[in-house]
């Protein structure tokens, strides 16, 4: 069996080394001239700025691919301890993530406490519901505007609101199988599931992606765009613009526009369905500034008057020379990315001072204009989204979004084409021995 893999970002690259320890071949097609997609870091005077995510958590995945790749000496490791604020009612208020920072924090009132605390008593998620509207029957109002939304909102720059659960709740929704949220948390943090360390590299996130790009470098095709799919056989063949290729398996990891031009021929009402889904438009800036707070950094209340959505304070977190990223925009502020450059650097720079006290230079802008998956409505169209037999989508908007789930559903797929690949030769295998033995 071989196995085409459209794109190498950490989706393509975890899947094909996973496929190499499994022994099933496998070629991955990268229109681009560097591995990593949206995992990209560079220098800029000397210090390394993040243009994708920021950290990941060192999940067993991610640890047995720095192991594979043998960068563990690069690994930067944060203090999973440190704070995470909110900018709620003009200044940063701590994120309680245990029961002591729970009692002391001032983001909730005693009466919200004691409604986030009444949790257990309330129904499962219902898939008719949004996302908004299930947090605040499980948690209360103030639970949700000061906390809950500035976060988990925050995370896909999108509004909760326009969020339906069936799709944004997923994963909520398989930890609340136990019966309660904050049991299952509680559960997590006591078997050390939500201590895993924020890590990143020397030479930041895309370290990774370079590392498992050289390691199967005999399989990772770069500045090779696939143009085209059609069936080829009981399998397909890739149009690359290096020249066709026939491959048994075809995943497809690039972004739900990109992929439903690849579909057209194939599945075109699939195609038709992805392009509907919604990204929402972000503009990161780099600042750096000679402050060294600690903590992860901060989200911003929803109606606090900032056009920020969060700053990460990766000075503090992996020691990079007081360089801090900036998120702008999002479902609220589509128009952002298209400002000019002064104005989108001015308005985080200003944001940033009046949040912190302290003055920042800016270094960086990046405009990620389809960035993070909305999960929004339009994610209804997911329903008409129907495969051939041997076509698998595996990105970050048909699971969850994070660098770990990314990787281990890389490690899933190797694990289900090694099982069919194992299957497949069987019957080979029997008619050998059958003809051997005459
Ligand atoms: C701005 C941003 C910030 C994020 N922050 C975090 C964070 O802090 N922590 C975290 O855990 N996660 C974060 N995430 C999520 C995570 O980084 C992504 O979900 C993940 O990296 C996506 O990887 P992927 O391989 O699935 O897709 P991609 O990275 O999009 O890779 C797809 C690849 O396909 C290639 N491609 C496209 N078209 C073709 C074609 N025709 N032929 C061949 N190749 C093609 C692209 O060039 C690209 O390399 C963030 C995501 C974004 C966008």
Not at 114 to 139: H, I, S
């Given at each position: 069996m071989t196995v085409g893999i459209v794109g190498a970002g950490i989706t393509g690259l975890a899947l094909t080394q996973y496929l190499r320890e499994r022994g099933v071949d496998a070629v991955a097609f990268e229109a681009t001239a560097e591995p990593g997609g949206v995992i990209r870091s560079t220098t800029v005077d000397g210090r390394v700025v993040e243009h994708g995510p920021q950290r990941t958590r060192l999940t067993p995945e991610i640890e047995s691919l720095i192991e594979a790749c043998g960068i563990e000496a690069n690994v930067r490791t944060a203090d999973p301890d440190l704070p995470l604020y909110v900018y709620a009612d003009g200044r940063l208020r701590q994120v309680p993530f245990s029961p002591r920072e729970f009692l002391t924090t001032d983001l909730l009132s005693t009466r919200g406490k004691l409604r986030m605390l009444a949790e257990p008593l309330t129904e499962g998620a219902n898939d008719d519901e949004t996302a908004a509207a299930y947090f605040v029957r499980k948690f209360g109002k103030e639970a949700y505007h000061n906390v809950i939304e500035p976060l988990f909102g925050g995370i896909y720059g999108s509004d909760p609101a326009e969020m339906p659960g069936k799709y944004a709740l997923q994963t909520i929704s398989r930890m609340e199988r136990s019966g309660s949220l904050l049991r299952a948390a509680i559960r997590r943090q006591l078997d050390g599931k939500d201590r895993k360390p924020p890590v990143s590299f020397d030479d930041g996130m895309a370290q990774l992606p370079r590392a498992l790009y050289e390691h199967n470098a005999d399989r990772v095709e770069l500045e090779?765009?696939?143009e085209g799919i059609e069936t080829a056989g009981d399998g397909y063949r890739l149009d690359t613009a290096a020249g066709p290729r026939t491959v048994d398996r075809v995943v497809l990891t690039p972004r739900a526009d990109v992929t439903a031009d690849l579909l057209s021929g194939v599945a075109p009402e699939s195609a038709g369905a992805l392009r509907r889904l919604r990204y929402n438009p972000l503009a990161y800036v780099h600042l750096v500034s000679d402050t060294e707070p600690a903590g992860y950094g901060y989200q911003v209340r929803h109606d606090e008057s900032l056009q920020t959505l969060g700053v990460t304070w990766n000075t503090s977190l992996?020691?990079?020379?007081g360089v801090y990223t900036c998120f702008l925009g999002g479902m609220g502020n589509p128009g952002l990315v298209d400002r000019s450059d002064e104005e989108i650097g001015r308005i985080a720079k200003t944001e940033f001072e009046s949040v912190l006290g302290v003055s920042a230079e800016v270094v960086n802008i990046t405009r990620h204009r389809r960035g993070i998956p909305a999960y929004d409505g339009s994610w209804t169209a997911m329903e008409a989204v129907d495969l051939p037999e041997g076509i698998t989508l595996a990105s970050n908007y048909t699971g969850r979004m994070g660098v770990p789930a990314r990787v281990r559903e890389g490690k899933r797929l190797a694990e289900r084409f090694a099982s069919e690949a194992e299957t497949e030769t069987e019957p080979d295998r029997d008619r050998v021995a059958a003809e051997a033995t005459g």
């Amino acid at each position: 069996m071989t196995v085409g893999i459209v794109g190498a970002g950490i989706t393509g690259l975890a899947l094909t080394q996973y496929l190499r320890e499994r022994g099933v071949d496998a070629v991955a097609f990268e229109a681009t001239a560097e591995p990593g997609g949206v995992i990209r870091s560079t220098t800029v005077d000397g210090r390394v700025v993040e243009h994708g995510p920021q950290r990941t958590r060192l999940t067993p995945e991610i640890e047995s691919l720095i192991e594979a790749c043998g960068i563990e000496a690069n690994v930067r490791t944060a203090d999973p301890d440190l704070p995470l604020y909110v900018y709620a009612d003009g200044r940063l208020r701590q994120v309680p993530f245990s029961p002591r920072e729970f009692l002391t924090t001032d983001l909730l009132s005693t009466r919200g406490k004691l409604r986030m605390l009444a949790e257990p008593l309330t129904e499962g998620a219902n898939d008719d519901e949004t996302a908004a509207a299930y947090f605040v029957r499980k948690f209360g109002k103030e639970a949700y505007h000061n906390v809950i939304e500035p976060l988990f909102g925050g995370i896909y720059g999108s509004d909760p609101a326009e969020m339906p659960g069936k799709y944004a709740l997923q994963t909520i929704s398989r930890m609340e199988r136990s019966g309660s949220l904050l049991r299952a948390a509680i559960r997590r943090q006591l078997d050390g599931k939500d201590r895993k360390p924020p890590v990143s590299f020397d030479d930041g996130m895309a370290q990774l992606p370079r590392a498992l790009y050289e390691h199967n470098a005999d399989r990772v095709e770069l500045e090779t765009p696939v143009e085209g799919i059609e069936t080829a056989g009981d399998g397909y063949r890739l149009d690359t613009a290096a020249g066709p290729r026939t491959v048994d398996r075809v995943v497809l990891t690039p972004r739900a526009d990109v992929t439903a031009d690849l579909l057209s021929g194939v599945a075109p009402e699939s195609a038709g369905a992805l392009r509907r889904l919604r990204y929402n438009p972000l503009a990161y800036v780099h600042l750096v500034s000679d402050t060294e707070p600690a903590g992860y950094g901060y989200q911003v209340r929803h109606d606090e008057s900032l056009q920020t959505l969060g700053v990460t304070w990766n000075t503090s977190l992996f020691d990079r020379d007081g360089v801090y990223t900036c998120f702008l925009g999002g479902m609220g502020n589509p128009g952002l990315v298209d400002r000019s450059d002064e104005e989108i650097g001015r308005i985080a720079k200003t944001e940033f001072e009046s949040v912190l006290g302290v003055s920042a230079e800016v270094v960086n802008i990046t405009r990620h204009r389809r960035g993070i998956p909305a999960y929004d409505g339009s994610w209804t169209a997911m329903e008409a989204v129907d495969l051939p037999e041997g076509i698998t989508l595996a990105s970050n908007y048909t699971g969850r979004m994070g660098v770990p789930a990314r990787v281990r559903e890389g490690k899933r797929l190797a694990e289900r084409f090694a099982s069919e690949a194992e299957t497949e030769t069987e019957p080979d295998r029997d008619r050998v021995a059958a003809e051997a033995t005459g």
